[in-house]
T-cell receptor, first 111, second 112 residues
């Protein structure tokens, strides 16, 4: 299993850029990285997915270095509504039995 | 939101009793998953299904069984509930193994 490690919590002010890093030292060649956002009493919601280099969508960017042992979720100009728990997931295209979620990073955004 | 529902949403039961949780989807997605979420552990995969009658174990499958007799339904059964199975259970669906997963609203299970 590709174990993942994330910071337990982070604090930010509204309008700042936030970068959350996930370490996955044992990532395998066919593994991909996905990030999810979760609000209290709700199921996680997809943010972004990538395999290597950089991926950007309308809400975030995902940076993956060449060795792929870590990945960084970048949230530009966060707002109060971005306060949530963020999870990275490492999965393989071979089987879902090795899906591994990180323990999550609790992001608190304040004014 | 993806058409995925879970029932019941809340359940309190006693140790030793059987419990079945239901996940229902209207998206016709091939993959369905059951996770449990506990403080300090994040989300952990219990079982998943890759088609009707096709299931496989996840990281924490002991004490749980699943069944999928129809594309739209994925059942999670605790044959004899224990207090350690008190948790929030999430069902998820995806079109393929590497596509994004859509999660249900969760079921809060308390085993006394």
């Amino acid at each position: 299993l590709a174990k993942t490690t994330q910071p337990i919590s982070m604090d930010s002010y509204e309008g700042q850029e936030v970068n959350i890093t996930c370490s996955h030292n044992n990532i395998a060649t066919n593994d991909y990285i996905t990030w999810y956002q979760q609000f209290p009493s709700q199921g996680p919601r997809f943010i972004i997915q990538g395999y290597k280099t950089k991926v950007t969508n309308e809400v975030a960017s995902l940076f993956i270095p060449a060795d792929r042992k870590s990945s960084t979720l970048s949230l530009p100009r966060v707002s109060l509504s971005d306060t949530a728990v963020y999870y990275c997931l490492v999965g393989t295209t071979g089987t879902a039995s090795k899906l591994t979620f990180g323990t999550g990073t609790r992001l608190q955004v304040t004014l | 939101d993806a058409g995925i529902t879970q029932s019941p949403r809340h359940k309190v039961t006693e140790t030793g009793t059987p419990v079945t949780l239901r996940c229902h989807q209207t998206e016709n997605h091939r993959y369905m998953y059951w996770y449990r979420q506990d403080p300090g552990h994040g989300l952990r995969l219990i079982h998943y299904s890759y088609g009707v009658k096709d299931t496989d174990k996840g990281e924490v499958s002991d004490g749980y069984s699943v069944s999928r007799s129809k594309t739209e339904d994925f059942l999670l059964t605790l044959e004899s509930a224990t207090s350690s199975q008190t948790s929030v259970y999430f069902c998820a669906i995806s079109e393929s193994i590497s596509n994004e997963q859509f999660f249900g609203p969760g079921t809060r299970l308390t085993v006394l």
